[in-house]
């Protein structure tokens, strides 16, 4: 099976892991799964946003902040490869408390981040980043960008490039690219408006702030 994945970044690289551990190979002796991930920008692996000028991969240092990842997110990590949870691990801090202080001092809150012996580790985007793109082989990266997937229900669907060059066919295309994604456009190639759309909401609340005693 020919099986392409759009975007090397967290996602598109923790999915190659996946697949690569958990995906039976074929039946047929000798024959093995094709895998191959297109990707936008030409960022090596254990690069820094210093060394890549123009264009910034979203894994860069200057894109996105931190990341948490409990334990929950830990031992996924741990099942995928012990030795990329390891790097992780190094990469990263452990905790297994976080606590909110007011600005006094006080404790606000205490929230527990351990399970059994599984602390939480938090680390940078980039970071994390890194340590999946160690374990992705160099030559299934192909630096091109995505302009257009076309979904075939009978037969290999098709991938467009934004620099002409030829159409790419394959029997799974997985879409890891982001926000603006063109592979989650191609399931809905009627609709003129994306139809799942990111959004965010919260509330927020400004007013003074004084010590008890000053109030009256």
Same mark, same amino acid.
């Given at each position: 099976m020919k099986i392409a994945i759009v975007g090397a970044g967290i996602s598109g690289c923790a999915i190659y892991?996946? +697949?690569k551990k958990r995906l039976p190979e074929p039946p047929a002796p000798g024959s093995q799964h094709e895998? =191959? =991930?297109?990707?936008?920008?030409? @960022?090596?692996? &254990? !690069?820094? !946003?210093q060394q890549a000028p123009g264009e910034t991969h979203s894994a860069s240092l200057v894109v996105g902040g931190g990341i948490g990842l409990h334990p &929950?997110?830990?031992?996924?990590l741990e099942r995928l490869d012990e030795n990329l949870a390891r790097d992780v691990k190094h990469a990263g801090h452990s905790f297994n408390v976080q606590k909110f202080m007011s600005a006094y $001092? #006080? @404790? +606000?809150a205490r +929230?527990? #981040?351990a399970l059994d012996d599984t602390y939480s580790i938090s680390l940078s985007r980039h970071a994390l980043w890194n340590c999946l793109r160690n374990y992705v082989p160099d030559d299934i990266i192909v630096t091109r960008r995505v302009s257009s997937v076309i979904a075939n229900p009978k $037969?290999? !669907?098709v991938i467009k490039f934004a620099d002409g060059s030829p159409d790419y066919e394959a029997d799974? =295309? =997985?879409g890891a690219d982001g926000l603006k994604s063109p592979t989650r456009r191609a399931l809905f190639p009627e609709a003129k408006e994306d139809p799942y759309p990111a959004e965010f909401g919260g509330r927020w609340r400004c007013h003074?702030?004084?010590?008890?005693? @000053?109030?009256s």
């Open positions: 892991l996946a +697949l895998y =191959i =991930i297109f990707e936008s920008y030409d @960022t090596p692996r &254990n !690069s820094t !946003s &929950n997110g830990v031992r996924s $001092g #006080c @404790t +606000l +929230l527990p #981040c $037969g290999r !669907s799974l =295309i =997985i003074p702030v004084g010590r008890i005693q @000053t109030l």
